[in-house]
């Protein structure tokens, strides 16, 4: 046993790699939070009234609601007071750009994060939206997107060009009034990426948003909505990560998605904000709200997220089941490293008949973190011949890590089915004897296994990013065994 | 090749070895027997690395290099290789993946290119044929879902990619049929060479038949009592241990 500890926690030490800052100019709020903050963060994004009446609604409502503490985390009490609600590089003229009016130290910033933005050095078949702190600065195959029909650009941008698509949808999934932290993205959202994908449509290409906080104190709060008309497909990926900084930054989120009728919409996340240091100062709250609504019937949403970043997570990507025969799934690795806590989960709730679901959770703790999975799996009345299989498995690293596992269940209906597996394993000394006595290196060995141990989220990502998430659990996981 | 010296090991505090001298020359076959807690399997792990063990005096070396000096992995890669009575597995981590990197790793320590993922399935595919291991086991989990027997071909399958100048089998005939111990004994016959070495620890004699050593050793209480050539483990298995003066109901394990 001793052995492995020494081993694991000398792997665990670790730098994190995207921790640099941009030096660039920017336009930041002071920190506050008040109706003239939303106010003017509407009036310089230029947006039609009926935005910042959403906005002020939500922001009322806000004010009533309490900070959830149910979650199994602890964390100081955010002063919401003290964050800048808008922070943007500062550019000469208004959007949108193209991208060869971007300011170089900004496509400097995301080349170094391996994102090029020029289409030319682009990774093949792949669009991506770049989100820098509460802007969007570049959006990459906006033209070849266009002539299959498919919108893919900035929220902010979607606001103004189609707002009928807005009004309908924006909200339609997670209502602002929803949780805490919805309804303060609701008020302060500042960007986020929008995707509509026309009927009968499958979308050439994957589509990506890669965001990255830069200054600091301030919160990103962006918001995505995806709507896939019947019979459309889309596979859409964001990444994410900020610098190195000692004060804890919030990062709160809304992602909505809708499928209509036989439409699929594939979601994954590589999320790799900045997880704090080895003593657990520092680092991102993220705290988000994702959920698809599989409207249509036979529709399908698929949520894969990799997790190895933030102090706190904070997330459930969730789906609701309405339209018959409709589909919800889940995958999702969870690392947690040092001080990292982790409370993430899914909600399926199955409401048409003969819906079905997959859960597969794998959560992987190291060091002096503590990873939980929460789910909820809910069955109405109406969800005759519905499905859902759950998988939780837990792997520790170390003897000081923690893995809990709430799962929830309700069931309004007698015909619907539902599995549950959980497992909880530990690297064991004789597997790293094994690998080490075959001559393979401890840290390979570590990292060989906690990849195996994930394989079945992994071969879900789309293929470019598979690698990528295998190689960031390396990178998650090194100095964990020496 | 092999020289060990006056070797004292313990686990959590408690002396299983106690003063083994034994020298292993290339191309020479060993078999170690004795009763159940005698310290034969002690003696396999501690050779190979594994850290339960604590060695408190003695030396072993490994053509005049000080073996215990090394890590797990180094040991491994100057050719030390232990097959284990009882392999463990690893999900998700296929046999072929966790075979190449394997391999690779030592390949890169002796300074050779390493070999790419078409090169290594043609030889892999060829091995496993050897030990009767259909190579749909390559693309399984490490021994996932794997029964007795089929774990112990894998490990002779690793020993045949790999090519170690020192195998030490661990009772590699524990839980074997009779059709099963003759395939992992033709393995292990495929592996002698002049340069390599064969140590077999075993309860039971029955493996002497299929793979015949050149030396017999008997070990009890944590010492080598007696040793002698291939006719001292027949005569093992008409009288026992009790003529040698050895409680077969010696404890430790």
């Known amino acids: ?63 009533e609601m309490e900070e959830p503490e149910w979650a199994h985390v602890h964390y100081p009490k955010v002063d919401y007071q003290s964050i800048s609600y808008y922070s943007a590089p500062k550019r000469k003229e208004d959007m949108p750009q193209s991208l060869d009016e971007v300011d170089p130290e900004l496509l400097r910033t995301y080349e170094k994060l391996g994102i090029p933005l020029h289409e030319r050095a682009a990774l093949a078949g792949v669009a991506v939206d770049a989100v820098f702190d509460s802007v969007s600065v570049a959006t990459t195959f906006k033209e070849p997107l266009a002539k299959a029909g498919v919108i893919f650009c900035s929220i902010s941008e979607a606001v103004k060009e189609h707002p009928e698509l807005v ?36 979308c050439p290409m994957e589509l990506s948003t890669y965001f990255r906080i830069n200054a600091a104190n301030t919160g990103q709060f962006e918001r995505t909505l995806i709507i896939a008309e019947a019979g459309s497909y889309v596979s859409y990926l964001e990444g994410c990560t900020a610098p190195m900084r000692d004060e804890n930054q919030l990062h709160a989120a809304v992602v909505e998605l809708v499928a209509l009728d036989d439409a699929q919409i594939k979601y ?24 698809g609504a599989c409207i249509g019937k036979n529709s399908k949403i698929s949520w894969t997220q990799v997790e190895t970043g933030s102090a706190i997570t904070w ?4 789906c609701i089941l309405r339209g018959e025969n409709s589909v919800g799934e889940f995958y999702s690795v969870a690392l947690t490293n040092n001080y990292q806590q982790a409370d993430t989960g899914t909600k399926m709730i199955h409401l048409g008949k003969n819906t079905s679901s997959t859960i597969i959770s794998k959560g992987i703790s190291a060091g002096h973190s503590s990873n939980a999975y929460r789910g909820l799996v809910k069955f109405g009345p109406g969800a005759e011949g519905a499905r859902n299989f759950t998988q939780c498995d837990s792997l520790l690293i170390g003897d000081k890590s923690a893995a809990h596992t709430f799962p929830y269940i309700e069931s309004k209906n007698k015909g619907a089915m539902l599995e549950h597996e959980a497992t909880t394993s530990k690297v064991s000394d004789e597997q790293m004897f094994l690998c080490r006595q075959r001559g393979i290196d401890p840290e390979q060995a570590v990292s060989m296994i906690v990849n195996g141990f994930c394989k079945e989220v992994f071969k879900e990502l789309p293929m470019e990013f598979a690698v990528e998430a295998g190689k960031l659990l390396e990178v998650s996981l090194e100095g964990s065994v020496g | 090749m092999l020289s060990i010296k006056n070797l004292h090991a313990t686990v959590e505090g408690e002396e299983i070895l106690k003063g083994i001298n034994l020298e292993i020359k290339a191309g020479e076959v060993h078999a170690i027997m004795g009763p159940n807690g005698s310290g034969k399997s002690t003696l396999s792990q501690v050779l190979a690395g594994n850290e339960t063990f604590t060695v408190t005096e003695g030396e072993v070396l490994l053509d005049g290099e000080n073996l215990l000096d090394l890590a797990t992995e180094e040991r491994a890669r100057e050719g030390i290789f232990l097959a284990f009575q009882y392999p463990v597995e690893i999900p998700g981590v296929s046999n072929m993946q966790f075979l190449r990197t394997a391999v690779n790793a030592q390949r890169h320590h002796r300074g050779e290119p390493e070999m790419n993922a078409a090169e290594f399935m043609k030889l892999a595919r060829e091995t496993s044929k050897q030990v009767d291991l259909d190579p749909s086991f390559l693309k399984r989990g490490v021994n996932e879902g794997f029964s007795g027997g089929e774990k112990k071909r894998n490990e002779i399958l690793q020993a045949l990619l790999l090519q170690p100048r020192l195998a030490i089998l661990d009772e590699t005939d524990s839980g074997l049929d009779i059709d099963a111990l003759k395939v992992v004994a033709d393995g292990v016959n495929a592996l002698k060479s002049k340069d390599r070495a064969i140590l077999m620890v075993t309860h039971y004699q029955r493996l002497l038949n299929h793979i015949v ?5 008997v070990l009890a209480g944590g010492q080598i009592v007696k040793s002698g050539g291939r006719e001292l483990a027949l005569e093992l298995e008409d009288r026992g241990y009790s003529w040698l003066g050895v409680n077969e109901e010696t404890t430790a394990s």
Do not use: C
Request: glycine content about 10%; proline content about 5%.
């Open chain 1, 1 to 63: 046993m001793a052995n492995t500890d020494k081993q694991v926690n000398e792997l665990i030490k670790r730098e994190y790699e995207h921790g640099f800052v941009t030096e660039i100019e920017a336009d930041t709020f002071e920190p506050g939070l008040n109706e003239d903050v939303i106010r003017r963060l509407s009036a310089i994004k230029g947006e039609p009234e009926f935005m910042l009446e959403w906005r002020l609604k939500a922001y009322r409502r806000w004010l």
């Open chain 1, 167 to 202: 009004k309908k949808y924006l909200g339609s999934v997670v209502p602002a009034g929803d949780n805490y932290f919805a309804g303060l993205n609701a008020a302060t959202f500042s960007d986020g990426t929008f995707v509509y994908v026309p009927k009968g449509v499958r």
């Open chain 1, 268 to 291: 994954s996340t590589v999320q790799n904000w900045y997880p704090g240091d080895e003593n657990g100062k520092g680092g991102i709250y993220n705290f988000v709200t994702k959920r």
């Open chain 1, 315 to 318: 997330k459930y990507p969730s």
């Open chain 2, 213 to 217: 050593p050149d030396f017999v050793h």
